[in-house]
């Protein structure tokens, strides 16, 4: 899912430069933003590593550079998601600490730091709130900026997102802000849009932001079918960053589609290796199980249990990934219990989705139905959506509603899960064999 990327992983750097703008026909003006200062943003690419020590030396010399700490405690977030390293949350809270302690007024960049941490906590109302604070002392700060465009995203706020990334691309045109413009547009379903976007930002921005927008270039082109062309992007985007590990995610999801599973699993394997996600380690325990192998994948899934639980103890919250694996391959009960904890909190389409699973897998197909509806309501080229969607309404009899949302699920990724397409192709069979 991009969201991966976009936000429940919040990708975290130095200064994106700007000069990109992406607003639409509306508002098609973007004056010269200010000259960029060199902090932590989300979602741009550069070597996090670098980051991280460049950050420390400074501090070692200037401990009195609350900046410094604030831009720290960003870069420790996106290191508790790469390495899955729960301690580095609390580094984060600390550095963001440290930083409020040297200067606690007017301090914008400690506020953006915390909003960082509350997104990647998924505490998105928290992350807006703390966004919001520092945007009123600065409100060019890009890294509030954009971490308000995600925390508006995820609580299913659509129409505010749009407004925040007008203004956002107003004030800060950069790579950061046009692939949030691309996904709004993904969101929405029109692929075209959000392809050409990546493009342009491609070709403007540096060699790691070509990293990052070339990967996300090439899961639209998968989804769209394009698999050379997907590849294609995908091979530009490692050899302008041979390390970055969501491309890697792309080539596993890439190798699925292409049909070469044995090629897939060990790509999974790699990315899981260094970034055990819940939703990763899931991807690859299903391609196991559509491969025969469940004893292997049996093990992966032991592996999302206890990795919810580290991150649940760091603070994360982790109700949609929950809710989500439970349906699937755990216990409906704490599936529903878990995706009701996260409507209560947000009410965005993925949340929807995962809802509306869990009360199907509760046999309450009537209340599944209308909260799938809201989940497709974008029109949103996510399969899954689709495939839940088709489900519940074959479960209600309603088989021409059920074919058409299966068929449309099965054919809007090739890059899906093996595993959840072959329990669709079934469903869909078997109303196709009752005509």
Do not use: C
């Amino acid at each position: 899912m991009r969201k991966s990327l976009m936000v429940i992983s919040v990708g975290l750097v130095l200064a994106v430069s700007g000069g990109i703008g992406f607003a639409t026909s509306s508002d098609p003006t973007s004056p010269t933003p200010a000259a960029a200062v060199p902090r932590v943003v989300p979602n741009s690419g550069q070597d996090l590593e670098t980051s991280i020590l460049a950050l420390q030396n400074t501090l070692r010399r200037l401990p009195q550079d609350y900046t410094s700490w604030a831009n720290l405690a960003v870069a420790y977030v996106e290191q508790a998601r790469l390495t899955g390293n729960a301690t580095y949350y609390e580094k984060a809270d600390d550095a963001a600490a440290r930083s409020f302690e040297v200067e606690p007024d007017e301090n914008f960049t400690a506020l953006a730091a915390q909003a960082a941490i509350a997104a990647a906590r998924h505490d998105f109302s928290e992350a807006l709130s703390s966004a919001d604070q520092a945007l009123a002392i600065n409100p060019r700060d890009l890294g509030a900026l954009a971490i308000r465009v995600d925390a508006l995203n995820e609580l299913g706020r659509y129409d505010d997102q749009l407004k925040a990334l007008r203004v956002a691309d107003r004030l800060q045109p950069s790579t950061a802000i046009a692939a949030r413009y691309s996904y709004a547009y993904e969101l929405r379903g029109d692929l075209d849009r959000a392809a050409d976007i990546l493009r342009r930002a491609a070709a403007a921005g540096s060699r790691t932001d070509k990293a990052y927008t070339l990967t996300l270039l090439s899961d639209i082109l998968r989804k769209q079918g394009r698999l050379e062309s997907s590849a294609r992007q995908l091979a530009v985007a490692q050899d302008a960053s041979p390390d970055y590990l969501p491309a890697l995610v792309s080539t596993a999801r890439l190798q699925v589609a292409q049909g070469d599973l044995e090629g897939a699993v060990a790509t999974w394997q790699d990315v899981v290796a260094r970034q055990p996600l819940p939703e990763y380690v899931t991807e690859l325990g299903e391609l196991l199980l559509h491969l025969g192998r469940p004893d292997e994948a049996d093990d992966q899934f032991a592996v999302v249990r206890t990795t919810i639980e580290l991150l649940d103890a760091s603070g994360v919250r982790t109700d949609l990934e929950t809710a989500l694996f439970e349906a699937d391959h755990g216990s409906a009960t704490r599936a529903l219990q878990q995706a009701r904890a996260e409507w209560r909190q947000r009410t965005s389409v993925h949340v929807a989705d995962a809802l509306a699973w869990a009360l199907h897998r509760n046999g309450r197909d009537r209340e599944a139905l209308t909260i799938a509806r809201r989940a497709t309501s974008l029109d949103s080229p996510e399969a899954r959506f689709w495939i839940h969607r088709g489900t519940i309404e074959a479960a209600l009899g309603m088989t021409d509603q059920a074919r058409t949302h299966l068929r449309r699920g099965l054919a809007t990724d090739p890059g899906l899960s093996p595993w959840q397409r072959d329990a669709a192709s079934a469903t869909l069979s078997k109303i196709e064999g009752s005509r």
